[in-house]
């Protein structure tokens, strides 16, 4: 017994003399480490939300909404939906203490198409940050559906880059960027989105 706990003791003092050298493991590590899986999900698609339900979630005063845009500033300023707060992908590795997440919203990722919107998602994910999602085509399907009006386009139709037309910086500041609920009417699409227990919004504004 004696030699039993000898040889555990010393395989205590091994194990916490590798973890001095080594570091507890990184963000990036843990999203490596579960990159299958997370894969996995992001290619089933849902965790993506059509554009027309964020739309309905944004009218809806009884949901705590976090819309996160991960786009370089000068994307987030030309224009962003209303209430959106710019969190940067450099800035993932800081997720897990972030003041920005509220852990009791719903929270959506924004990116010009989905790309890095999935990749912040990815992170939050590892971090253990609950209830988050993907705005579905990003910043340009939003614009297709509810500036160009084209109500049933879909991801396909929406490209990679923030779509042309706009002549100034114009941030929140159109009507497209908090649609009525009307200008999404008739366009079919999956509800995936899992409401939380009924709480009033937090106030929204624009951050960087």
């Not at 030699?3 to 490596?32: F, M």
């Not at 109500?151 to 042309?164: C, H, N, S, V």
Request: net charge neutral; proline share 3%.
């Amino acid at each position: 017994m004696i030699r039993v706990n000898i040889a555990l003791a010393g395989l205590a003092v091994c194990s916490a003399t590798a973890i001095a050298l080594i570091g507890q493991p990184t963000l990036q590590d843990k999203v490596q480490a579960s990159a299958g899986e997370l894969d996995t999900v992001i290619q089933s698609r849902s965790i993506h939300l059509d554009p027309a339900e964020v739309n309905q979630l944004m009218h809806d005063s009884q949901v705590r909404l976090q819309l996160l845009d991960v786009r370089p500033e000068a994307a987030f300023n030309v224009f962003h939906l209303r209430d959106a707060r710019r969190v940067g992908l450099a800035d993932m590795h800081q997720l897990a203490s972030h003041p920005k997440f509220d852990t009791k919203a719903l929270k959506v990722f924004i990116a010009a198409d989905e790309a890095d919107a999935e990749q912040a998602w990815r992170y939050a994910t590892a971090a253990g940050i609950p209830n988050i999602y993907v705005l579905e085509g990003g910043v340009n399907l939003w614009l297709t559906v509810f500036r160009d009006q084209e109500t049933q386009a879909r991801t396909a139709d929406a490209g990679r880059a923030l779509k042309a037309g706009f002549y100034a910086a114009l941030g929140d500041r159109v009507a497209f960027a908090f649609p009525a609920l009307a200008a999404s009417e008739g366009r079919v699409f999956d509800s995936k989105a899992k409401r939380l227990s009924k709480a009033t919004k937090p106030a929204g504004g624009c951050g960087g």
